[in-house]
């Protein structure tokens, strides 16, 4: 079984910053990929970025390009997603998700999420 556990949500004024965590425990194997996913009231589970295992390969949405950055510690089992220039478009519970094959097609665990309010 793996658990995830997302922290760092929290209210911030637009153009502010937060960095959110994710830490994994459990039976972990293999060289899998982790992402990030949000979904704000009324809408769509969305994906916002994703790492894979060196962390040599990133992927974003477009409209956080420039803004978040995805990074890990795998000393730590920990994922990182800092957030930086927040818009009120951006507030939503954040989920952190792990792909145990690593290729991005499923992500089989997830975190309880975490919020993050910003505010105009």
Known sequence: QVQLV????????????LRLSCAASGRIFGHYQTGWFRQAPGKERE????????????YYR??????????RDNAKNTVYLQMNSLT???????????DPAGDGLEYDYWGQGTQVTVSS
């Open 6 to 17: 997302e922290s760092g949500g929290g209210l911030v004024q637009a153009g502010g910053s």
């Open 47 to 58: 994906f916002v970025a994703a790492i894979s295992w060196t962390g040599a390969m990133t």
């Open 62 to 71: 477009d409209s956080v390009k420039g803004r978040f950055t995805v990074s």
């Open 88 to 98: 009120p478009e951006d507030t939503a519970a954040y989920y952190c998700a792990l």
